[in-house]
Every structure is written in C-alpha cells, then in structure tokens.
C-alpha cells in the first residue's frame, strides 16, 4: 500500500521533509512549535537534561542563533562564555532585565539623560512595583560611592555611554569597579556602540542590553532588543523571565537582524568616519554655534570615550545660531538626510531633540543639560561624504 492516509488526511500533515545539504544562509523557522521524537525525549528536555527547542516563545533556532552571535560579540575578549537572549524590542529588553534582577523595595541607581523610554519605565511603571530610581551624574565618582555606600537598596546601577544627545560618557571600568566594591549589579545599554566599537563585558559590567532596531540591525526594517550577562546563574534568571513574560523576538525580526549583523564592522566603520568629518566640517561652520561629538578633542568626554571605544561612533549633535526657527529651518532643508525618530540606520537621519525625544523635559534642565532649542541630533549614515557635506552646507548657508 503506497497511502496509508486519505488524501484530504495527507492534506493536513506536512510532507516529509526535503532536506538534504545545509543551507548556506540563516533559515527563517515559523513554526510555534517543535516535535518531541518520543516521550523520552520530551521527558529529558523538559526536565532540562537535553538541550532543545520546545515552543516558540522559549525560542527557536531562527532567534537562538543570532542571540548567539550577538553574546559572542559582547563577549568577544572574555575568557568564559556570555549568554545572549533576543527580545521582541530595546524597551522589552531593559523590562525584562530589571524584571529579572530586582524585587520590590530594590533601588535603581541611574544617570538624568537616559534614552527618554528607559527614564518613562523607571519612573511610572518600575515605581509602581515598588521599585525606586535614583538619578544622579554617574560621571562624578565620588557622588557614585556616597550614594551607594550610604544605600544598601540599590540592587543595580544602570547606565549608558555615550548618551543623548550631547554624548556624554561615563568610564565604563571606573563605574563598575564603584559597584562591585559594594556587589552592586551593573548594567549598560550599548545601543549606540554596538560590540563593535566598545564591549563594556570585558570591562566588567555585568549586563549589557542593545535597541537592534538601531545599529546591529541597520537597516531600519525590524524591532527588537537583546541581554547579554556574563555570568551563566543570571542568564538562566533572564531567561525564566522573559519566557514568562512574553517578550521573545519574533522570528522574522531575528531574521532581518541576522541579515544586519553581517556588515556590522564596515557600517559602523564608515558612520565613524563619516561622522568625523562632519563634525569638523559643522564645527567651522559660522551658522554652528557648538558641535557634540566624542571624535573632536574639545568634546569633554573625548578623553574618557578614547578610553573605551575603538571608534567614536555615528552620533552627533549641534546647535545652530538662533533656536528652535532656526532649528526646524535647517532640518526642513535638508535634502540628502532624513527628519526621522530613530537612529542608527544606513542613511542620514536628523531630529529636533527639543520638540520630540526631549519635549517633556523642562526647558530650564534641557538647557542645564546642553539641550539647547537651536540643537539638531544626527544620525550619520554610510552615504558618501561629499552629498552628506554639501547638503549640511546648502542648509546651513540659507540661515539669516
Ligand atoms: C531606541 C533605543 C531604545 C529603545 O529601543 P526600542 O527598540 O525602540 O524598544 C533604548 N535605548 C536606546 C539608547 C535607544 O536608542
């Protein structure tokens, strides 16, 4: 007997698979779930003592595979093993990771210019679970250890380096050794670097966490996050949490990532240069009133940033002569970038911080900060030099 099915049976059952060679490219897995070859295997995976996929929000080999990779980027100079889990967004992944580490009555102690989302959640959602922030400079050391030594709630010092959208830096390896003098946990959002230019693991912090939807994905195509931990007890909570939780990566998004990650290197080489330059370009410009990048030696963090990164990125900011009119005027004409609230992408993207990722922030405090109206952030891209020159050039010469 050649059917052992009817047919309309056979039309329900996937066909036996026609699977020879492997393939050469990272295969996008949609399936929800996996099958157990027999009992015994579904016995020994569930209880842990075989390695396997189970259900799709535990993962699979789409999501595994290029949370792999990005761990082993972080991880690239440590002797051991980091772990690395994808996450359905940046937000979903700093969510997870404090979910997975604190406790009610805990303390965050963290900087006053996160990435605004990051601040949001500490301060509406975190507080509501009875999880308290404490905001304070982290570059002023000294500050750091006071509040840490004379708090023994806080359970994790959180941070970023070089943060928006004036790059200010905080040395990595001086925070971190403050910490773990008191075995406070560290984690960094690396967003902005990526493993590429600084690996903050190997300069001991605890987590590392990313937004991929800017750099390692680069292609402004796809939502997701990841964390990173160097220590395999603390990955295994991470994971608990984020099964539970629900915040996996979707397959596709992974997908796209992977797809991503292969240029990282000569992207982030090329937004580095290209940002150079236009920074040096914008800093003579006499509509330029001050430029904020980690690549000009007058940056007051250039020394620190030289420190902990290979390259000083793609990030950038400047204030134009005037304010905000002024501003908007600049950004409206520009032609070969792109006005967009994202970064981190192929091309050029520009942004008023002040009427968007700093709108509700005091204008008093944004101007303590260095966020003046007239302030334009850029993302620079891979573009060719000259058009992204020109076009800052043509822009900036129509002021007055
Ligand atoms: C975008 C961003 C996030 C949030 O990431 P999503 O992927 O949008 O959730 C967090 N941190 C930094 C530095 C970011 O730029």
Sequence with gaps: MKNTLKLNSYCVKTAERNESTKPH???????????????????????????????GRYGNPTIDTVANKIAA??????????????????MSAITTL???????????????????GSTELLKKILFRMGVNTIFTNLQNLEEVEHIIKNNSNIRMLYFETPANPTMACIDIKAINTIASKYAVPTAIDNTFC???LQRPLSLGTDYVIHSTTKYLNGHGNSIAGAIIASDYDASRKIWETLKLNGSTCNPFDAWLLSNGLKTLAIRMDKHSSNAQKIAEYLQQHDKVTHVNYN????????EIASKQMSQFGGMLSFSVQGGQ????????????CTHAPTLGDVDTLVL????????????QIREENGITDGMIRVSVGIEDIDDLINDFKQALDQLY
């Design 352 to 363: 008023h911080p002040a009427t968007s990722s700093h709108l509700n922030v005091d204008k």
């Design 25 to 55: 490219q990272l295969p996008l897995y949609l399936s929800s779930s996996f099958v157990m070859e027999d009992s015994q295997e579904a016995v020994d995976i569930f209880t842990g003592q075989k390695k396997g996929h189970v259900y």
């Design 295 to 302: 690549g000009l030696k007058d940056h007051p963090d250039h």
């Design 194 to 196: 990526t493993p590429y």
């Design 325 to 336: 009119a002024e501003a908007l005027a600049t950004i409206d004409r520009l032609k070969c």
């Design 98 to 116: 404090m979910m997975s580490t604190l406790q009610a009555g805990d303390s965050v102690l963290t900087q006053g210019n996160l990435y605004g």
């Design 73 to 90: 980027m972080e991880g690239f100079d440590l002797a051991g093993d980091a772990y690395g889990f994808l996450t359905s967004s940046g």
